[in-house]
């Protein structure tokens, strides 16, 4: 497998200079929101569960990685939402991808929308993660 490894701002990098930056919370962390519910959430959607979810944590960061040299732009910026249960137990995980800290702070934004009920719909995913790249 092909890895290639981007700073923030999308340019190449060697791993070495990739694990020195994301080493640095300041430079990977961009944005970290924790909700809680009575375990209804306003938002539904195919195949993610957020029903019994006590609390969401809406996570963004840039990941730097690629693993298929054919995804264009490179999605580098990762938003995680984890649903957790009673118990600390994890409900559901749902993640987006981002090639921009623009966009992933957009995401971001999108996503705490959302699932606080004050959007319809979720961002969509890039294209190259809905096919699966990590």
Do not use: C, K, N
């Not at 840039?62 to 009673?86: N, S």
């Not at 559901?92 to 606080?116: E, F, I, K, M, S």
């Amino acid at each position: 497998m092909l890895v290639r490894y981007y700073d923030r701002h999308g340019r190449p990098i060697t791993r070495r200079v990739w694990q020195r930056l994301g080493a640095r919370p300041e430079y990977a962390q961009l944005a970290l929101h924790e909700l809680t519910a009575d375990g209804s959430w306003p938002a539904q959607v195919p195949g993610v569960r957020l029903a019994g979810a006590h609390r969401v944590v809406v996570a963004t960061f840039w990941l730097g990685v690629v693993t298929d040299p054919r995804q264009r732009p490179p999605l580098i910026y990762r938003t995680v939402a984890g649903g957790y249960g009673p118990g600390e137990h994890p409900v559901t995980v749902q993640r987006w991808g981002w090639p921009t800290r623009t966009a992933a702070r957009a995401g971001h934004g999108g996503v705490v929308a959302w699932l606080t009920g004050t959007a319809a719909a979720p961002p969509a995913p890039w294209p190259a993660l809905i096919a699966g790249s990590p």
